[in-house]
């Protein structure tokens, strides 16, 4: 998420296939979705019926109706980029359980106190204004043969009832993904949510008063000022660096007796932190923090979670306990029920693990162009290089030895990500010598038993799978990394800048396009383009005034990274600038003189 409005991964592009596959996919598409609408009845008719009040009666429909779901980055950004006077041909309607939009990128600052709730939040309704209707209401299920959806107001599944549409736009978000490790949900705090960044912010504040009292033992006041980050992604870095931010510069000057106990931890399966930006940056942040005294625990998974330990488990197989006050999980995401619910809707088409599929329009495969979804509830069919791996083996294998070594690989990766742009990602960490592709590789080769790379000698010292340029793969080994990547294929991160770009371009359609009555389907203008991402870069605070920037590839041109004062400098001006309103551009330039002046805001309430 964290993953800046200017992104959180350096993932370029998004699938651009040429005339013939995409006349190809759309004629295969037309063909399955005939029948999947029936497929969809035996599903629906295993759903236990919901009391729900009926709609009441309207008078014959005059325009198309449009339902909405959620009140993210890419509902939001539709909502505002479409026109005024749009509710002169749409009759749209807006249902979710959050009645307000949050700049989900300051979240960290709002945990510390940097910022106030009310600084990063703004009412749909405000957002909305006259382009159409709002419900705070969740919605539990969706009849696509019907065409309707059930909402219920939030914590009351008593008080339902039922919205009919003609298009459904879904951007429900996504969920915590907490990957099956046990005590997670019973221990550690998320960070998705306004409630998530207040709930940490309270117990930071409890953890300091608990072990500033003077009965407090020397060994339950060093558990709770102990605060562990699992996670080194964009989200995870920040939460450390905010959190080191207030402590050594806020609390220290009130709790002199407790700084030579405090610790902060940042767990990470990686060698490295912000593993999906350039390997410079990595290493930038590992400095950065080893000077703050943050501490880094990589190449370490979470086995368990339990009150007051988090157990971790390291590449040599040692386990051992981490003590914590605080624990915070911003690992990933996975599927919300609705989109999972839509997903067995539609089982032949909706194959993804993590999301909701759709074309290169955003329509959802199998739901004959009435359901639409964009943001972290969905991504794009993309077409997957394993399909093509003996043709691809044969343009790496340049010498004919019938191995592919590690120059050879990234040549081939680069090349392919022209048809298969989730290779591009790929090609770049391995050309940064970022080890994300190095585990893929190591882990690969290890299960085929050729190993043509190893873990260094000393595994305690060990960072990385040491991969050099002459370690070559098999046939087989090719082949079985291409699986490997494409079973983690997802055509575009879930960041925000991905879905506000998801959000205008729908806008755009809606606003472009007419309603064929005849159909009941959306028709787009003539030679609408499909939607098309354009990377704009990746930002990420790692505390003391210091950022750092992933500046996107340029054609041949790579520039490096920005990093620092002055990175840090134009990541506080873009959360200033990137606010939804001017209201909001104000009161967060407001917040961050206000920190700076008179320092953070770190009470108990």
């Known amino acids: 998420m964290h993953a800046k409005v200017l992104g959180a991964a350096s993932l370029a592009g998004v699938a651009v296939v040429n005339a013939t596959a995409h006349a190809h996919d759309r004629t295969v598409l037309a063909n399955a979705q005939a029948g999947a609408l029936q497929g969809a009845t035996a599903v629906l008719s295993d759903v236990p019926e919901v009391s729900v009040k009926e709609p009441v009666a309207a008078a014959a429909l005059t325009r198309p109706r449009v339902v909405i779901l959620g009140s993210g980055w890419a509902s939001m950004s539709m909502i505002k980029a479409l026109p005024e006077n749009i509710r002169k041909y749409y009759e749209i309607t807006v249902?979710?359980?959050?009645n307000y939009f949050l700049y989900t990128p300051l979240l960290p600052a709002v945990a510390v106190g940097t910022m106030e709730e009310g600084s990063i939040t703004e009412p749909v309704r405000r957002i909305l204004g006259t382009k159409g209707s709002y419900y705070e209401a969740s919605c539990s299920s969706i009849d696509p043969l019907r065409k309707e959806v059930v909402a219920c107001f939030p914590g009351d599944a008593e008080d339902c009832f039922k919205v009919p549409y003609d298009v459904l736009i879904m951007g429900v978000g996504s969920v915590n993904n907490t990957f099956g490790v046990p005590g997670v949900r019973e221990h550690c705090q998320f960070f998705k949510t306004i409630e998530d960044a207040s709930r940490l912010r309270k117990r930071i504040s409890e953890c300091f008063e608990r072990a500033a009292l003077p009965n407090t033992k020397e060994e339950e006041r060093q558990e709770l000022l102990s605060f562990v980050i699992c996670g080194g992604g964009p989200t995870g870095v920040e939460v450390a660096a905010e959190m080191h931010d207030m402590i050594f510069e806020d609390l220290a000057a009130h709790y002199p007796q407790l700084m030579p106990d405090v610790r902060i931890r940042v767990v990470e399966l990686m060698d490295t932190v912000l593993s999906t930006f350039d390997r410079q940056i990595g290493e930038f942040t590992e400095q950065q923090f080893k000077r703050s005294g943050i501490e880094l625990v990589l190449n370490t998974r979470v086995a368990s979670v339990s009150e007051g330990r988090v157990s971790v488990v390291d590449k040599c197989g040692n386990v051992f306990d981490i003590p914590f006050g605080a624990c915070v999980w911003s690992t990933g995401i996975a599927m919300s029920p609705l989109a999972q619910q839509l997903k067995e809707l539609f089982p032949e088409e909706q194959t993804h693990a993590r999301s909701v599929l759709t074309d290169d329009f955003m329509r959802v495969l199998g739901s004959n162009n009435s359901i639409w979804a964009f943001g972290d509830a969905a991504t794009i069919a993309q077409p997957h290089a394993a399909s093509r791996a003996d043709e691809l083996f044969e343009y790496a294998d340049m010498n004919g030895d019938g191995k592919v070594d590690l120059v050879e690989l990234a040549r081939v990766l680069r090349a392919a990500s022209k048809r298969y742009p989730h290779l591009a990602e790929h090609a770049a960490h391995l050309e940064a010598k970022n080890s994300r592709l190095g585990q893929a590789v190591c882990s690969v080769a290890t299960a085929g038993g050729s190993a043509p790379c190893q873990l260094k000698a000393s595994c305690p010292?060990?960072?990385t799978c040491d991969l050099q340029a002459h370690d070559a793969m098999s046939r087989e080994e090719f082949k079985a990394l291409l699986e490997k990547i494409d079973s983690k294929l997802r055509g575009l991160p879930a960041t925000a800048q991905v879905a506000k770009q998801q959000g205008e371009f729908l806008a755009g359609v809606l606003a472009s396009?007419?309603?064929e009555a005849r159909s009941g389907q959306l028709a787009m203008k003539p030679q609408q383009?499909?939607?098309?991402?354009?990377?704009?870069?990746?930002l990420a605070y790692v505390g003391s005034d210091n950022a750092v920037m992933d500046i996107p590839r340029v054609g041949p041109l790579a520039l490096p990274p920005l990093l620092g004062g002055q990175a840090g400098l134009l990541w506080r001006s873009?959360?200033?600038?990137?606010?939804?309103s001017w209201g909001k551009k104000l009161r967060v330039a407001g917040e961050f003189l206000r920190t700076k002046l008179f320092g953070r805001n770190f009470s108990n309430f």
């Open 529 to 538: 383009p499909p939607f098309k991402y354009f990377h704009k870069g990746s």
């Open 574 to 580: 873009y959360e200033v600038y990137a606010q939804i």
């Open 461 to 463: 010292a060990s960072k």
């Open 513 to 515: 396009g007419r309603w």
């Open 95 to 98: 249902i979710s359980p959050r």
